[in-house]
């Protein structure tokens, strides 16, 4: 009697919990009230309106970030460019096609102002011939670059073989107009061999020897002997209008 007192006393106790169903518990889907798909409305008026353009905020200038590119070719022709604070933001890989063909030329051409056709330069990244438009696009993988302020060297591949141009020799920058001629004049009767005094700035910047050193740092920072002498004249004609 005591074993039947204490199960009927267990199963009234159980009867008073609420009921649980386990984790891999189903129900039954007949039991439950079917419910209406709901469809979307179709567009009154087709075509379907356009989605709004997007609008790309104009960068700030000097905001705007920028790597030293390297183009570089072991084959025939052997190249190495480099290309300084070249913008990441509209870099494209049609701007070192382009760059490379102001340096080179057929092999079989008679002048220098044949050019290689763009199609026969190939850039390579990783020694693969780049597939996208963008320089961005090739250095998607490489988070580092994409930073700015990094050196990137990239490959170059000409069909067919080229040959380089030849660095046309610098001239002395010519003056145009009347009104200037005086003063390159002026500018050229200064002797080489007389040395300013210290602390003379106006007699340091007449003498040819500073100029001349100006164009050797050039060259040696810009690897290019035409944009040295150009940057020269460029600097030089400055100075003269300034005075």
Do not use: C, Y
């Amino acid at each position: 009697m005591a074993e039947l007192s204490f199960t009927k006393a267990f199963l009234a106790h159980l009867d008073s919990k609420p009921i649980k169903f386990p984790a891999d518990h189903a129900f039954d889907p007949r039991e439950f009230q079917p419910r209406q798909p709901f469809t979307l409305p179709r567009l009154s008026d087709p075509p379907h309106p356009p989605l709004p353009k997007k609008i790309k905020p104009a960068a700030i200038p000097g905001s705007s970030k920028s790597i030293t590119i390297h183009l570089k070719s072991a084959r025939n022709p052997v190249l190495d460019i480099t290309l300084d604070n070249i913008p990441l933001s509209n870099a494209t890989i049609q701007d070192l096609k382009e760059a490379v063909q102001n340096r080179t030329k057929p092999t079989n051409a008679e002048n220098d102002s044949e050019n290689v056709p763009l199609d026969k330069i190939k850039i390579l990244w990783k020694r693969r011939p780049v597939q996208g438009k963008l320089v961005t696009d090739a250095l998607a993988n490489d988070p580092d670059a994409l930073v700015g302020g990094k050196e990137v060297e990239f490959g170059v591949m000409i069909l067919g073989g080229a040959a380089m141009i030849p660095p046309k020799e610098s001239s002395a920058p010519t003056t145009e107009g009347k009104a200037e001629e005086p003063v390159a004049q002026e500018a050229v009767r200064v002797p080489e061999a007389a040395q300013p005094l210290p602390g003379d700035s106006a007699g340091i910047l007449k003498s040819v020897s500073f100029w001349d050193d100006l164009e050797g740092f050039l060259k040696m920072r810009l690897k290019d002997e035409n944009e040295a002498a150009r940057l020269r004249s460029l600097f030089k004609k400055t100075w003269e209008s300034s005075v």
